[in-house]
């Protein structure tokens, strides 16, 4: 019996557990769902063990528990793979707006829907179908690579206590690669692999001027005005080109190669009707020389989220305000640390102050660091053959605007990423009706079951 | 007995009778007051009666009644004058403030406290006894120009019936000059007379990009972000000179004279203490090639007085917002016209607009237009005569900032503007402890009672 054949067999109880742990109301922002999120970590442990994982623990944190699983590979030397997932789900709200109970998943036609579907039970889930796949078609009693699942508990409620589980079991989790299975593909005729996540980092400027709000008739015009400099503060922020302007923001960005832009513009990208889900935004926008996949996968930002000062209210108030504020965030790409972008970002401002208005920039915690796995990497190549051996057809790359606890893996374990996934953009993760394309999650566990013996072949050999 | 010694033997009865007035709370602003101002209007009118005013009318508004005293001069060919001023005063609060009651005047060495004392009642007052005193010293029993006093009783609340009611009694209204009696010196020791008040008009700027809020990983740096326009547009507003872009805006500005500029520079300004003032400004500030004092008196500025969008409650929200929003305030001095300005500034709206952002431009109103009385003009050189003689010293120019029912005056009668008033800016108008300096209400009597013999002279040869 071969994998495919496996997976065929096996679909029907595979739903059937799935559906047992979608049932399970593992919202981890919700506090009084907290016994539902150990209930899940422990149904998920039990089922492991019953799937024949040697080792399967539960890991507690301050808040919600972790699941780690290991099946050593019988060949000591054989490389050593983490797969990273999460086993608690967002909140359901507005319930109202749900076709079917959430936590009751339903069938209709090749859909599974329901609250962790995709994000990311389903999606973890098919690591356990394609482990056994993998087995049962070769004979053997063990993988040929260590395989360690680490599937958190806290991934939709900020990953507050992740990247210090990692450090407290880092020996227990080292490996030569992660593989990551709780990101998306570009659809489901296109299968893709993602190669890295954008970072982050915030900033709040303020701007002070007079010590209170003056009569614009009797001071406009002789003092500065604190939204006025604002304004030219952060149109100073983008050249011409809509580049970035502070010093060094794209000194250390690992540009994109020439590879990676081919296989982004083979992608089969409608701008319009990107467009239309950019809230009908009515033109493109943004650095010059990028296409727009670039610009919000591979190139750094700074976006003003928010503005304000002076009279907000109704009606007029000739005055000069006191004070203006702005929001900004910096979207970060593949080599760029967010505590070098926020210190630039700190003198820029400064520099960039005007005589008779005193800045102050707070910034909100330390960011978040943009991920990337590089395309010729061994891990992303023996991983794209497992995917195109899974789905019969050439395998092309995308990225992810947003980021989740991805970096803290790759830094604190020092290994490389490789972003296996089945997921869709149409997979209303986050919203009511969150939804999988069953026959993806069996195309995403027979990749699964090939990339161990990629794995054992590439990483041994690297 | 001569103007002065007339007005020595009676002060003690003038601040008497002043005394009895600022009792009343004619605060127009109040509904509760109505009758107040209306028992404040009546008040007047008796006591107008009562020193001889032959004509003594109250004129009805939809809201509070001006009150309209005629005092012909023997010469039928002789000059009018229209004397404005009003009798209804600001809101007394914050109430814990005020050292003593707002409505019980009281006479703390040179000085009465008490609301009304300056703005505007204290001010109307010294014609009452300017009149008087020139009829004593000259033996006459009319006055050598007809006096025309016009007494509104809504100033304080925007004088919103009263173009209207100079309309309705253009006729009765008609005169060679207006003079207006609520306004400053520069200081107790330097007399000087107001040449023109600043205009305004306002817009009210609304950008939208998307449709709705857009998450900045996904979609931030690849679409127009409405506050990104909005921070470039409002810096285009201005160039390196600090001067308006907006196409025209200067071109019916009257320019400043050498004359006025020198008078101005005569002035003893010290900046350091007005940036004090202006609410400890760090600096100064504004159109290159002007002194701060020419700046907020006559040159025209565009001033944001609030701008918000986007996020700006506490914390981050990484998105590309759908709607940028800003408050504008042009002041608009001699010549310029706010209706002309206002489609200027709707054009060049639309011309700075990015592609794939919309702009909306709100025009509250009709503005308010500019005042001026060229320091040239024979009626400013009576008047600045007349000072002098009462002050017995040189008399030096400014202009205000504000502005009120001025335009309206010059436009609707057709009469040049001649400011004639002591208030100083710091009787704390509007404020709590309002007071005025008695000696400078006496000397704005003499003035007023030599104006009249300088105006016979210049208008009619004028």
Chains 1, 2 share one sequence.
């Not at 599937?151 to 990692?166: C, D, I, K, N």
């Amino acid at each position: 019996m071969d994998v495919s054949e496996y997976i065929g067999a096996s679909k029907e109880r595979f739903f059937a557990d799935l559906k047992e742990w979608l049932a399970i109301p593992s919202i981890s922002g919700d506090p009084e769902r907290s016994a539902d999120v150990r209930r899940s970590a422990d149904w998920l442990a039990s089922y492991l063990r019953g799937i024949g994982f040697p080792t399967v623990e539960l890991w507690e944190t301050p808040g919600h528990p972790a699941v780690f699983a290991e099946w050593p590979a019988a060949d000591p030397d054989a490389p050593a793979v983490v797969v990273y997932g999460h086993h608690d789900v967002q909140p359901v709200e507005p319930l109202d707006e749900w076709e079917t109970d959430p936590f009751t998943p339903v069938e209709k036609g090749d859909r599974l829907i329901g609250r962790g579907t995709s994000d990311d039970k389903g999606q973890v889930f098919f690591h356990t179908l394609g482990i056994r796949a993998g087995l049962a078609a070769s004979g053997a009693t063990a993988p040929p690579v260590t395989v360690k699942l680490l599937v958190e508990g806290e991934e939709e409620s900020g990953s507050v206590h992740f990247a210090e589980l990692l450090r407290t079991h880092r020996e227990r989790l080292s490996c030569d690669v992660v593989v990551i299975s709780d990101t998306t593909m570009w659809s489901e005729d296109v299968p893709s692999m993602c190669t890295g996540m954008r970072g982050l980092t915030e900033a709040e400027v303020a701007l002070y001027g007079p010590e209170r709000d003056l009569h614009s008739g009797s001071f406009g015009g002789a003092v500065p005005n604190p939204l006025h400099a604002m304004a030219a503060l952060l149109t100073a922020l983008h050249d011409a080109d809509g580049r970035v302007t502070v010093p060094g923001f794209y000194d250390d960005v690992v540009p994109l190669t020439d590879e990676e832009r081919d296989l982004f513009a083979r992608l089969p990208f409608d701008e319009a009707e990107w467009l239309r889900t950019a809230g009908n935004s009515r033109a493109p926008y943004g650095e010059k020389g990028y296409t727009t996949l670039e610009r919000v996968w591979a190139r750094p930002t700074a976006e003003i989220n928010g503005m304000w000062g002076g009279h907000t209210g109704p009606g007029g108030k000739t005055i000069v305000p006191r004070e203006a504020h702005a929001k900004i965030s910096f979207r970060l790409v593949a080599g760029q640390e967010p505590g070098k972008v926020q210190e630039s970002f700190r003198a820029w401002v400064e520099q960039n102050t005007p005589p008779g208005v005193r800045a102050e920039v707070t910034i909100p915690g330390g960011g978040v660091r943009p991920c990337f796995s590089p395309i010729r990497s061994a891990g992303v190549q023996a991983a794209r053959r497992a995917m195109e051996k899974a789905f019969g057809k050439e395998v092309l790359f995308t990225r992810e605007g947003g980021s989740g606890p991805e970096a803290d893996l790759a830094d604190i374990l020092e290994a490389p990423l490789v972003f296996l996934a089945v997921g869709l953009n149409g997979d209303r993760i986050h919203a009511p009706n969150e939804k999988v394309e069953m026959p993806l999650l069996l195309k995403g566990a027979e990749a699964a079951a090939y990339l161990w013996d990629e794995f054992a072949t590439a990483l041994r050999s690297s």
